[in-house]
C-alpha cells in the first residue's frame, strides 16, 4: 500500500491505498474528506474533521474506507451516533462499498489538534 497524504490535514490522519489509478484516488480523498465535513459535533460550531477528531482513513484495495476516530471526551453524549453519521456521511461517497468506523481514545483528543479554522469557530484564536 502506498501513503497519499490528507489535503491540508489539520490533524495526523492518513489515507493509503494501492490499486487505485492516482487520478481516482485523488478524487476519492477529497470526496472523503468532504463527507467527514459534513459531521458537526452538536456541541462545538464546527466539523469533526477541522477539530481533528479523525485520526486515521484507510482506502481499502477492496473500497472499504475503514476510519479511526475519537470524540472530544469519552462520556461524549453523541457517542454512539456519532461513528453512525460518519458511516453514513463516507458511504456516499462514489465508489466506497464499504465502511468501518473504529471510537478509539487512545491517544486522548485535545484542543491542539484542532485547524486553525475550527480554533476561529469555537474563539480559540
Known amino acids: 500500500m502506498t501513503d497519499t497524504a490528507l489535503q491540508d490535514a489539520p490533524n495526523a490522519a492518513a489515507f493509503n491505498g494501492s490499486t487505485f489509478a492516482p487520478e481516482e484516488l485523488e478524487r476519492m480523498t477529497t470526496d472523503i474528506v468532504a463527507a467527514l465535513k459534513t459531521v458537526y459535533d452538536p456541541e462545538i460550531p464546527a466539523d469533526i474533521y477541522e477539530l481533528g477528531l479523525i485520526y486515521k482513513v484507510d482506502i481499502e484495495d477492496d473500497r472499504t474506507i475503514k476510519v479511526e476516530m475519537t470524540l472530544t471526551a469519552p462520556g461524549c453524549p453523541v457517542a454512539g451516533e456519532m461513528p453512525i453519521w460518519v458511516r453514513d456521511a463516507v458511504a456516499g461517497v462514489e465508489g466506497v462499498m464499504d465502511v468501518d468506523v473504529d471510537l478509539v481514545f487512545d491517544p486522548p ?8 479554522e475550527a480554533q476561529i469557530a469555537v474563539g480559540l484564536y
Do not use: A, H, I, L
Not at 483528543?109 to 486553525?116: A, F, I, K, N, V
Open 109 to 116: 483528543w485535545t484542543p491542539d489538534r484542532m485547524s486553525e
